[in-house]
C-alpha cells in the first residue's frame, strides 16, 4: 500500500536520522503517519458491533435507492439532479459503512440480506405508503430465515 504512494524520486527529510530510517524520504514518511491515522480510526472501528454497521448500511442503501426512484419519476430539472445527488451521497454511505465492518463481508452476508429485506419494506412503507403483500410477507420469511441460518449456523 505505502509503495504505491512513493514517487521514485528520493529526497532525505531533513528532520529525521537517515542511519535509523534507511532510505526513507520525506513523502514515504507522510504515508507512513496517514497510515497511521486510517489504521487507528479503522481500529476504533472494530470496537462496534458489526451489526451496527449493517443497519446504517442497509438504512443508507435502501433511503438512497428511495430517493433517486422518487427523482427520476416525480421530478425534473435541478429538483432531480439535487435528488440524485443526495441518493448518490446515501449509496456512497453505504458502500462506506458496509466496508467498515470490523468482519469479513462473506460471514455476514446473510444477516445483511435479512435486514435488507426488513429495512426495504420499512422504508418502502414510509416513502410510497406500499404495504407488503401475502407473497412479499411469504418470501421475505423465507430471506429472513435463510439469512440468519447463513449467519448463524455452527458448522
Given amino acids: 500500500m505505502i509503495g504505491a504512494l512513493i514517487l521514485e524520486e528520493k529526497k532525505p527529510c531533513r528532520n529525521w536520522n537517515l542511519e535509523s530510517i534507511p532510505q ?3 513523502l514515504e514518511i507522510t504515508s507512513i503517519i496517514k497510515l497511521n491515522k486510517h489504521t487507528k480510526m479503522l481500529n476504533n472501528s472494530q470496537n462496534i458491533h458489526p451489526f451496527f454497521f449493517i443497519l446504517v448500511a442497509t438504512i443508507l442503501e435502501v433511503s438512497g435507492d428511495a430517493i433517486i426512484r422518487t427523482s427520476l419519476y416525480n421530478h425534473t430539472g435541478i429538483a432531480r439532479v439535487g435528488l440524485i445527488l443526495i441518493g448518490a451521497i446515501l449509496l456512497l454511505g453505504y458502500g462506506t459503512s458496509i466496508n467498515l465492518a470490523p468482519v469479513e ?5 446473510g444477516l445483511y440480506i435479512a435486514t ?5 419494506q420499512i422504508i418502502n412503507f414510509i416513502a410510497f405508503r406500499s404495504v407488503p403483500t401475502i407473497p412479499i410477507i411469504v418470501g421475505g420469511t423465507f430471506i429472513v430465515v435463510g439469512g440468519l441460518i447463513v449467519s448463524f449456523w455452527q458448522k
Fill in 24 to 26: 526513507t524520504t520525506s
Fill in 105 to 109: 463481508f462473506g460471514e455476514v452476508v
Fill in 116 to 120: 435488507l429485506f426488513i429495512v426495504w
